[in-house]
Structure formats: C-alpha cells, structure tokens
C-alpha cells in the first residue's frame, strides 16, 4: 500500500475547486472506477491506481484552451498536494507522444500502470458515446457491440483505438478489458447520468 498525501474525498473536492464541465467529472470518475477494477484484477494498490485515474486530468479545466499547458500544469498542482515525482509521471504519462505537449512528445509509456491510465481514459469516450446512443443505456451493455463500435472509426472518432490496446500490453485482452470496463462502470451509472 502506497502512502497517499490526500484521500479520494480531498481529490473530489480538489476537482470541484477548478471550473469543471460535468462531462469531464463523469469522465474522471470513468477513469477512476476502471483503473480501480484494473487493480484489482492486477492484485496492485487499487487506491493508488483510482486516484490516479481521478486525478488524471487534474489540469485539463485549466489547460484546455492551451494543449500545450496539459499534463504540465498538473506538476504544479500535484506537488502542492504533496505527490511525489512517481506519482505525477504517471500522471503525465498519459499526455506522452502529443506533438501538441511539445516538453511530452518523445517520451514513451513503459509501465503496466501507464499503459492501462491511457487505455482506460481513452476508452471512457467510446463507451460513454455508445451509452448515450442506446438511450444512456449502460445496464445492458456487451462486449461484442462494443467491439462493433470499437472497429467503426467514425463513432466517437476522436479516441484513438491505438491508445486503448495499449492495454493488451499489459497481457490482457481487448474482451477482457471492455468487459471489465463496461461493468465498473455500470457501477456508477447513477452518478454519471446513465442508466
């Protein structure tokens, strides 16, 4: 168990204390909630890996009019809270290979921990988007329509396909990983408006 200077409570409220958009909360507590399940499944510090997946994006409310600033701020912000490096490379490493994050563009994820924050924040916007298509239905989600909305480029183009199976090198499947997915976040449906 790794020592963190703030609890998930003072994360939240941390969050809340930035001019955040309610679809960047969800997608924080998305990311969160997968990265606790990877955890799990990992046998690693699933409070370690959930803040980190909460605290991601700990600037983005900040930076998103400057891409060049995300990932970079959050250095800033995170050692006031008294993270440590580890923490905050992690943190950053999501942004690793961005030509728009110049001082991140040639770094490269080596890590299970890093390949699993990209894959899991990455993939928050697939099955979200395929949420809100059937209605916000998440309850009845599967895998294989997901997989179908996964290989169709177009829906929810924006997300990288190549960032989510950045989690197979951490040895587990794209099935497992969407499945795993899909049910912790059905766990929080109420919190992020699905249903």
Not at 72 to 82: F, N, R, Y
Not at 111 to 121: H, V
Not at 136 to 147: E, P, T, Y
């Amino acid at each position: 168990m790794v020592n963190l200077p703030i609890t998930r409570e003072e994360a939240i409220t941390l969050l809340k204390s930035m001019p955040q958009l309610e679809s960047d909360m969800n997608h924080y507590l998305e990311t969160e909630v997968i990265m606790r399940a990877l955890a799990e499944r990992f046998g690693e510090d699933i409070e370690y890996w959930g803040i980190l997946g909460l605290l991601h994006d700990v600037d983005w409310s900040l930076t998103k009019n400057n891409c060049a600033e995300h990932c970079i701020k959050a250095t800033e912000i995170l050692k006031k809270q008294g993270f440590d490096e580890e923490f905050i490379e992690n943190v950053q490493s999501h942004g690793y290979g961005y030509d728009e994050i110049p001082p991140l563009k040639d770094k490269k994820r080596t890590s299970k921990i890093q390949y699993s924050l990209i894959a899991a924040e990455t993939l928050t916007g697939i099955i979200y988007s395929y949420a809100l298509m059937r209605g916000r239905d998440i309850s009845s989600m599967a895998v294989k329509g997901l997989k179908k909305k996964f290989k169709d480029r177009k829906f929810a183009e924006k997300c990288n396909r190549d960032l989510v199976r950045e989690i197979e090198l951490t040895g587990i499947s794209l099935s497992e990983f969407f499945e795993l997915a899909i049910n912790s976040i059905k766990g929080i449906n109420e919190q992020i408006g699905l249903n």
